[in-house]
């Protein structure tokens, strides 16, 4: 069941992944600078209550997310990301959602109802930039009865930009800009869970992604397989025994963990970032 194949569902492309941190967003962008990554502050979600910053690769990008008045995001009802945050903040810092860029999202809304899951939206979604200008998007939320404690799934976000429009003004206005670490791009994000074959199964139909051969990861110590995805690549985890994919399951529950770029010589180093790992 591949929504890239029905008539009037667009594909579906890795757009942001978010990073919940309790710490200023400026912090966030010290942490990836230090690893030699380009990251810019973001701006404010007025009516959210929260504020970011971001890195970019290409139209793909990390959402270091911050709260900035917790009593405004307590009081959110219909933004799944925001009520998540504020059930998360201060415990729970680290990698926590991933985000799915569509071009119907009003059709995309249909078809996951269709396939019996609870949709929220589309939600009206804006943030005002240092410079005063205001970019504006629509967010799609989903939930399925059995993922309510388990991994979160994607929400899903249409820009009112079309791409080309958007990495254009974003290369213009300096938020893409060359990594001095090099030409990286997002391979994948490693995500803990407890039941791999039954995740993988549940987002290949639901998300129409495609699916890797399964593997056995030993530096993860872990089952492992792919849902290819354009932008990068979801990577579901099951652990086998002790080790990153264990600790994040009895620390967080199943979460995303890590963030794999590629671009340059392969390393096995994980810089451990604001409760998460990031690998160059």
Known sequence: MDLRKREGIASLSLDHLVHFINSHPETAVQEMQRLGLHAVAGGRHETWG???SLCYFGL???????????QRAAEVRDNGL???????????????????????????????TSMGLTVTGPVPGSRTRSDGSVIRWQMLFAEGERERDGLPLPFFIQWGEGDDDRRQDLTDRGIIAQHPAGSLRMEYVACAVQQLEETAVRWQEWFGLEPGVPYTDCELNAACQALRCDGGDILLCSPLGEGIVAQTLAERGERPFLVRFSGKARSSAKHLVLGSFYQL
Do not use: K, V, W
């Open 50 to 52: 929260t504020y970011n």
């Open 60 to 70: 793909t990008y990390l959402e270091f997310l911050a709260i900035e008045d917790r």
């Open 82 to 112: 925001i009520r998540q945050i504020a059930a998360d903040l201060p415990e729970n810092e680290g990698l926590s959602r991933i985000a799915l860029r569509t071009g119907d999202i009003a059709g995309l809304a249909s078809q996951l």
